[in-house]
C-alpha cells in the first residue's frame, strides 16, 4: 500500500519559519518530481514548489526567495523550508510523488498526502 505522509504543520508567527516534511513509502516506481501544493481557506488549490529527481527546483513566484524545496532520494522524502512567513501562507499543504510506471504507453500515477495544516500569525 502507498503512502504518502506531512508532518511539519502547526502555528508559526509571521516573519518565522516553519519546515515541512514528506515521506513516501510502498510506491513501487521511481519517482520523478516531487512538489508541494497548498490550499487556503476558500480558495483553489495552488502549487508551490516542485523538485525533479535531479534536484531541479520552480517555486511559485508568491514564495519565491523565501522557500527552499530539497529531497533525499534515497529515502523517498521531499521538504519545504518556509522562511518569511506570512499570513497569505495559511493553508494545508500537500505533497504529491509523480511516477511514471513501466508501460507501453507509460501512464503516470499521483500519489497526494492528507495534507498538513499550517496557520501563521501576524
Known amino acids: 500500500q502507498v503512502q504518502v505522509v506531512e508532518s511539519g504543520g502547526g502555528l508559526g508567527q509571521a516573519g518565522g519559519s516553519l519546515r515541512l516534511s514528506c515521506a513516501a513509502s510502498?510506491?513501487?516506481?521511481?519517482?520523478?518530481?516531487m512538489a508541494w501544493h497548498r490550499q487556503a481557506p476558500g480558495k483553489q488549490r495552488e502549487w508551490v514548489a516542485s523538485?525533479?529527481?535531479?534536484?531541479?527546483?520552480n517555486y511559485a513566484d508568491s514564495v519565491k526567495g523565501r522557500f527552499t524545496i530539497s529531497r533525499d532520494n534515497a529515502k523517498n522524502t521531499v521538504s519545504l523550508q518556509m522562511n518569511s512567513l506570512k499570513p497569505d501562507d495559511t493553508a494545508v499543504y500537500y505533497c504529491?510523488?509523480?511516477?511514471?510506471?513501466?508501460?507501453?504507453?507509460?501512464?503516470?500515477?499521483?500519489?497526494w498526502g492528507q495534507g498538513t495544516r499550517v496557520t501563521v500569525s501576524s
Open positions: 504529491v510523488a509523480e511516477t511514471v510506471d513501466d508501460g507501453d504507453p507509460p501512464a503516470g500515477y499521483d500519489y
Open positions: 523538485i525533479s529527481r535531479d534536484g531541479m527546483t
Open positions: 510502498g510506491i513501487i516506481y521511481t519517482i520523478n518530481d
